[in-house]
């Protein structure tokens, strides 16, 4: 069977390539998207696999993720010139205009993410037909070499940070119901190995997304506690994560849900800077302080709780002495990862028009330094794990200087390398027992403990 729509010829069954780039919200819109296609026949292509139809996931949150939005559209269109491209995100929210010619065949709006499936199909005339024999969702994950599954649990956001386009590109904010939710991931979970090619088990872990997480439930009567008590009580997915989560409106009973050993000891809380008079400018919730008191409350449940963050640098006015407050912050609360990004004034926010604005040559100074001071931090935390044991998730095969090794994460996310001459099984929660670094830093070496 094939399609001529346009001059392209489709050959059944379709081919479909997803892609995103920015946050795990956006992940997770992919992996539900790609269900849906897996449901109406189509086959879900891996990343460097040619494809009939590719649908990008765009990101706006800097003009450095709209540039590389704009790259990644070019580099699909040139790999795979006769297919259809849809693409959607939050560079087609905001910067529409400035994703070029790249042959895009339709762009869906965010606020139609949740109907894009259904939109294609209408506006392209896909060649869609009903899978002749439809697994559980995992599957469509390990086709694209995922192990870990992002679920979206809201969209939208209800503040303003002077510096973020997302209320503007996302909306206001709006919840999932907890019953779909719950659904979704026992769907997931199931053992999918009678219908499977292969022959894995449904997903070991997942991960909790959206714009603003801890909001959830303020438009269903319900809250972010409540949603994590209904997910242990109703599911036996094993692992559960949060994904980014702003660093208020956590009340005690939230932080009373990881007693429960399944919901992961790790949090990626954003702190933005350290200095109360620029999280005053960036009309931030949270002041240091009380981030401070966030982070030793979780470690008082779990000692070896992981907390990671973002840090803005050269944030407008950031003075010299606003600075260092920032790497005292960083220091005291001994982050295991800084996802560090230079402040680029985006139209539309308030930010862009403040006074003061930093020299990009202030910038990258100040990145570099916090990104000696993040990895001095990362390294040390590392060491401490020496001779501990603990279960990771297998979610790969990669090589380094020592050789080949399986890759996962333990509980709090710390990555691990796991040399074994014996073959490991992707997608499995192995003991280990953990070692040295490794030779980058990056990781800690580990061996398989199954005594």
Known sequence: ?????????IAWPMRVRLQALGCRLNEAELETWARQFHKRGCIIAADTEPADLLVINTCAVTQEAVRKSRKLLRRARRDNPRARLIVSGCAVAVSAEELGEAGIDLLVANADKDRLVEIATRELSLPLMPATATAPGAHTLFARGRQRAFIKIQDGCRHQCTFCISTRARGGERSRPVADLCDEINALADNGSTTDAMHQPGIQEIVLTGVHIGGYGNDLGDNLTGLLSAILRNTEVPRIRLGSLEPWELPETFWRQFE????MPHLHLPL?????????????????AEFARLTDRARAITPDFNITTDIMVGFPGETDHEWQCTLQMVERIGFSHLHIFA?????????ASMPEQIPNAIKR??????????????RKLLQGQ??????ILVEGLGSDQAGAFYAGFTPSYLPVRVRSTDPIGINSILPVRLGQ???????????ADLS
């Not at 429960?260 to 919901?263: I, S």
């Not at 020496?386 to 279960?391: K, N």
């Open 386 to 391: 020496t001779g501990r044991r603990s279960p």
């Open 1 to 9: 069977m094939t399609d001529q729509a346009n001059g392209r010829s």
């Open 343 to 351: 402040f680029s004034p985006r139209t539309g926010t308030r930010a």
């Open 365 to 378: 100074a100040r990145s570099r330094e916090l990104h000696s001071l993040g990895l001095r931090i990362k």
């Open 260 to 263: 429960n050993p399944r919901l």
């Open 437 to 447: 670094l490794t030779h980058d830093g990056e990781a800690i070496n580990a061996s």
């Open 272 to 288: 933005q800077s350290g200095s109360d008079s620029v999280l005053r400018r960036m009309a931030r919730r949270c002041k240091p």
